[in-house]
Every structure is written in structure tokens, then in C-alpha cells.
């Protein structure tokens, strides 16, 4: 059987010596089904078990030879076998034994992403009841809109990772599937009996139907799934980015004693981890494009979609769980400047109060239009002259026609907007 790994590291799944071995483990498998049909001696299925290794320097060498890296391979095991290597591969092709390998290398992948993306979720989940009720400024178009939480940003990203690792749930039970169907899919010399048991010892799905291979539009899926992961990921940094700005500093990513942002300006303290993420994310997208045009091959199977897969799959298993390993880092150490939020919350002099404006005005039966150009001309006041916006609207006459100065104090409340803060939490499960 295959060897068993305890949570191992995804560079592990995709080095030679773990394919070798699970390639190794589906020919004595497929050795084992075929015994029980009587069609190999058992007493050889025994031998062969004892005797089966391969070396990776022999099969390199013969690989240079037959330009073919399963010939190679049977050919380097024959060795160790003896004469009861006639029975080896027999009735399948190679694409049997690379699909299937490609079966439990992703099954173990998705298990190391999957368990990464728990890991978040349960930090986020803590994280945003830390910051449920800090008050900071929302923005639109990069623009102050109106009071927000910082609980509520990380709140959306807690839903947004939740819904990613259902995403990659289903994705990851479509890849887990292998095919020992023979050389154009019509279990010509292997019968279907074979294909089942060998899936069911290594925790596959048998593929419904195949042609020399799995169709690839099942591994196109695979990839776009960790693209869109990689793509929120994006999302949170780029957040955490434009948050630590200068300007800004509501929060920033940890900066390690002895770190160095620069080699010029001993000042800096640059978002490198949230960068580094942000660029990673354009790897997955480009993976994935590379993946869909896998889809479509030559009747029941070409070999142009071997060399691409060999490396965008293993290249975005590693990308997106180091991404997600170093976002957790980020989050975990998150420095989060609620003294700044309130101080840029206040910074336009109470404009993000201009929406209550208008509906109290629209409540004491102003057209909108007309309560609308009311309150925008004292907002313009208030980025002209540099006034408080309650003060510029108190100057305006008909604006006091309609709303009294108690009115006006009533409306200026910041914990207006935050009152459903707790129903919105309650909502996500948090």
C-alpha cells in the first residue's frame, strides 16, 4: 500500500520519490484485483511484493533512453521483479497510472490547503469579535463613505474564506478520482472490477467515464478554485496594503525585530508579505488560464496538456499554501491602530454624516432633489472653508427652516450606523 504521510508538507507530494512510491503501490494493487480474478497467480502477487523498489538515479537512465517515463519506470521495478514482471502493467496504459498518482497527489494537496483554510477561518472568526465594535471609516472609491467596524472588514473576509474552503471541498472530491480503464477508456484488456478496487484502497472515486485520461476539464476547475482563493487573498492584502499606508495607518502587517524595509531609508516599514501575496495571486490566474486550454486534446487523448500540468499543478498547490501560511502570519500579528481610525473618521469634519442629512430633510418633506442640493452645498462649504459640517449646515437658513439644532445633534451619532452591528455578526455565525 502507499505510504501514509502525517500532514506532509506539500513539497513532499510532488517530489519524485512520492510518485514513484504511489505508482509503485497502483501496479501492486492492480496486481492484487487481478489475482482475485484468477487471471495472476497469487503466489506471484506475493513475490512481487517482496521483491518491488525502484530507483530514481536507473529509471533517469533509462528514461533517456526510451524517451518515456512510465516505460522507464515499469522497466526499472521489472528489474527488482525477476520473471514474474510478465505480469506487471498488464492491460493498462500509462495514463492509468499517471491519472490516478495525479488522484492522490491532489487528494493530499487539498488535505494541506484544506486544513490551511480552517486555520484561517477559525483566526478571522477571532480576530473580528476582537474588532467587532472599533469604529474606522469605510471607503468607497478610495473615498471616505460612511462609519463602518473593523470587525465587519474582517467579518467579510471570514465569510468570504468560509465560502473559498467549500469551494475547494467540492473541487477537491472531483480530483480525487483515478482511472485504470485502458488505452482509449473501454476497459479493453482490464475490467472495470480492477479500476474500483485500486480506487477504493488508495480513498479515490473511480472517473464515471474516460477516454486514455480523466478529462481535464475537472483539473480546470481544480485551478480556477485555487485562483479565486488566491484572488480573496489578494483582496484581504491589498486591504491590509492601502490600510498602512502613511496616511492611513489604521493597521499594518508585523514587522519582525531585526527586519529591514529598506536598504536606503532605515524609516520604512513596508507591506512586503501583503505584496508578495498580492503577486502570487496573478501566478494562480495564469495557471488556471493554462489549465483551461488543457481541456480540449485530440480525440481521446494528446499529450499537450503533460508538460503544462507537470508544472502549474504542483506550482499552485506550493504558491497558494505558502500564500495562505503567510496571510495567517500576517493576521496573527495584524497591528491595528484604532486611535488612528477615529482620528481619520473625524478627518472630513463630519461629511460622512451627509446621507442622515438628506433622509431628515426627505422626512420633514423635502423633494429630494431640493434636500439634496441643500445638503451638498454646505458639504462644498465644509471642503472649501474648512468648517465643521453641523456648523456649515447651522449657517444655512433653509437648512434651519427645516431641522432644528437639537435635530442636527440627534443626527450627528456615530453609533447610528453601528447599532446592527451585532444582528449583521449574528448572521455570519459569529
Not at 499606508?245 to 529598506?262: D, I
Request: net charge positive; charged share 25%.
Amino acid at each position: 500500500m502507499i505510504e501514509r504521510y502525517s500532514l506532509p508538507k506539500m513539497s513532499s507530494i510532488w517530489q519524485e520519490e512520492f510518485k514513484f512510491k504511489t505508482m509503485l503501490a497502483i501496479e501492486i494493487l492492480a496486481l492484487e484485483a487481478l489475482a482475485k480474478q484468477r487471471k495472476v497467480p497469487q503466489d506471484a502477487v506475493r513475490r512481487i511484493k517482496q521483491k518491488a523498489r525502484f530507483n530514481l538515479v536507473r529509471i533517469k537512465k533509462i528514461e533517456e533512453k526510451t524517451q518515456h517515463d512510465v516505460v522507464a519506470f515499469v522497466a526499472n521495478v521489472a528489474q527488482y521483479i525477476g520473471k514474474d514482471a510478465q505480469y506487471l502493467h498488464a492491460g493498462l496504459t500509462s495514463s492509468d497510472i499517471l491519472d490516478t498518482t495525479l488522484g492522490v497527489q491532489l487528494k493530499e494537496a487539498s488535505g494541506i490547503l484544506i486544513d490551511d483554510l480552517n486555520r484561517l477561518l477559525k483566526l478571522l472568526a477571532k480576530k473580528a469579535k476582537v474588532y467587532k465594535d472599533t469604529a474606522c471609516i469605510g471607503r468607497t472609491h478610495g473615498v471616505h463613505a460612511e462609519p463602518t467596524t473593523f470587525g465587519l472588514k474582517l467579518a467579510l473576509w471570514f465569510t468570504e474564506t468560509a465560502r473559498n474552503l467549500e469551494r475547494l471541498k467540492q473541487a477537491a472530491s472531483e480530483v480525487a478520482s483515478g482511472k485504470l480503464s485502458g488505452a482509449v477508456g473501454t476497459y479493453s484488456n482490464i475490467e472495470p472490477q480492477v479500476e474500483t478496487y485500486v480506487c477504493r484502497k488508495l480513498g479515490l472515486k473511480p472517473a464515471d467515464i474516460s477516454t486514455q485520461i480523466i478529462q481535464r476539464d475537472v483539473y480546470a476547475q481544480y485551478m480556477a478554485v485555487l485562483a479565486v482563493i488566491g484572488a480573496s487573498l489578494e483582496k484581504f492584502a491589498t486591504e491590509i496594503r492601502h490600510l498602512q499606508r502613511t496616511e492611513v495607518l489604521e493597521a499594518e502587517e508585523p514587522f519582525g525585530k531585526g527586519q529591514k524595509g529598506s536598504s536606503a531609508m532605515p524609516h520604512k516599514r513596508n507591506p512586503v508579505i501583503c505584496e508578495r501575496i498580492c503577486g502570487l495571486a496573478r501566478l494562480l490566474r495564469g495557471n488556471a488560464q493554462a489549465a483551461l486550454e488543457n481541456v480540449a486534446l485530440w480525440h481521446e487523448r494528446d499529450i499537450s496538456h503533460s508538460s503544462v500540468e507537470r508544472i502549474i499543478i504542483p506550482d499552485s498547490t506550493l504558491a497558494l499554501d505558502y500564500m495562505l501560511n503567510k496571510f495567517i502570519q500576517v493576521i496573527e500579528g495584524l497591528n491595528v491602530y484604532p486611535e488612528h481610525m477615529m482620528a481619520n473618521l473625524i478627518k472630513t469634519r463630519g461629511l460622512i454624516f451627509s446621507q442622515r442629512v438628506l433622509l431628515a430633510l426627505m422626512e420633514k418633506g423635502l423633494a429630494r432633489p431640493k434636500a439634496y442640493d441643500l445638503v451638498q452645498r454646505s458639504a462644498m462649504r465644509t471642503w472649501k472653508e474648512e468648517i465643521d459640517f453641523k456648523d456649515a449646515l447651522l449657517l444655512d437658513a433653509q437648512v434651519l427652516k427645516v431641522l432644528s439644532e437639537k435635530e442636527l445633534d440627534k443626527i450627528f451619532d456615530l453609533n447610528y450606523y453601528l447599532r446592527n452591528v451585532n444582528k449583521v455578526f449574528k448572521r455570519v455565525g459569529l
